[in-house]
């Protein structure tokens, strides 16, 4: 049988690790669709997709237009780490006839694997290099297209050129330091910053740099910060970590951030909140800051409480200068990066 490709339409989204249900969810409630999807492990595969021309609510990005030519995720889920663009069908004999097929197409592809590992492995290692392995922070992210592919059967290929992350597969993911950081929340804010410097073009925080880290405790954030030699003023009700609270780049304060006045705090090159509370309150708090003109870069968690208020989600993504993410290191949440340009 010669190689074929079969083009479909519609669109397929890739899950975020044990998160079908909320993408899933989120396809019924923000999309209002109860159409049904063909299952290849967390793909899901929608023969029909009325987004086509991101009819759903966009977000005011501030990207740079030569980002790339898919980067607005208005018609995207948020809980999708990459969508299929373009998908098709490619249908082959051999490993071989695979591998040529895609690099027919453009040099770089990244695998989503749900079954049928070894033959997807050999697959692979015949197509060209990329960089599939956990990354130490900070990273550069290559503004390079990463195709997708994912084998449903034995000779069969969902596959797109045109996705919606340059990350393979959607997916960045650090190497860990299991004994320095006071918590794993340190994963998100070095996730933040990097989907921050890599959409926005912003540099990392760096020595010198002021930084104001509400509801800090146990110190998760905080901790990335100092060791990126940034000055932090930490806000919570209980303290740090003891060897943040020792640290002479760190600040503490006894409050409840959300309280304290921008006017009476003074300027910052960055504001992070990882705070547990309402979205709505967030959100005030974060208009607050933005008027003050106290500080000019924001990444903030909007932490999900019951049921998702998409219309206050909208309210987040329609800020100029922002954008809405779901993060590798998310669970039930969502992060909001602001950089003003």
Not at 163 to 168: D, G, K, Y
Not at 183 to 205: C, N
Request: charged fraction near 25%.
């Amino acid at each position: 049988m010669p190689v074929r490709i079969e083009k479909l339409s519609g669109k397929a989204f890739l899950a975020f690790p044990e998160m079908k249900n909320l993408l899933v969810s989120e396809i019924k409630t923000r999309f209002k669709i109860s159409l049904h999807a063909k299952e290849y492990g967390d793909l899901l595969y929608f023969s029909e997709w009325p987004y086509m021309d991101s009819d759903a609510d966009k977000s005011n990005s501030g990207i740079d237009d030569n980002f790339c030519d898919n980067c607005d995720r208005g018609n995207v889920p948020y809980w999708c780490s990459t969508a299929m663009e373009e998908p098709f069908l490619l249908h082959f004999d051999s490993i071989g006839e695979a591998a040529r097929a895609l690099k027919e197409i453009q040099r770089s592809w990244a695998p989503y694997q749900f079954q049928l590992f070894r033959r997807s492995s050999l697959i692979q290692e015949k197509l060209p290099y990329i960089n599939l392995k956990t990354r130490k922070f900070p990273v550069e992210i290559p503004k390079n297209p990463v195709g997708l592919y994912t084998l449903i059967d034995e000779n069969t290929i969902i596959a797109s050129a045109k996705t919606t992350s340059f990350i393979p597969a959607g997916r960045i993911q650090f190497e860990e330091d299991h004994e320095n950081p006071p918590s794993r929340a340190y994963l998100k804010i070095q996730e933040g910053l990097t989907m921050a410097h890599h959409l926005f073009g912003v540099d990392f925080p760096e020595s010198g740099q002021r930084c104001f880290d509400a509801g800090a405790c146990p110190g998760g954030w905080t901790w990335v910060l100092v060791q990126l030699g940034c000055n932090v003023f930490a806000v919570d009700r209980a303290e740090l970590a003891e060897n943040l609270m020792n640290n002479p780049l760190v600040e503490f304060k006894t409050h409840d951030a959300f309280t304290l006045k921008p006017e009476e705090l003074g300027k910052f090159d960055w504001v992070f909140s990882d705070v547990i509370c309402y979205p709505e309150r967030l959100l005030g708090w974060v208009k607050v800051w933005l008027a003050s003109g106290m500080t000019r870069n924001m990444i903030c968690t909007i932490k999900m409480q019951g049921e998702i208020n998409w219309d206050i989600v909208k309210e987040f993504a329609s800020i100029p200068d922002s954008r809405v993410l779901h993060l590798n290191y998310n669970k039930h949440e969502l992060t909001w990066i602001h950089v003003e340009k």
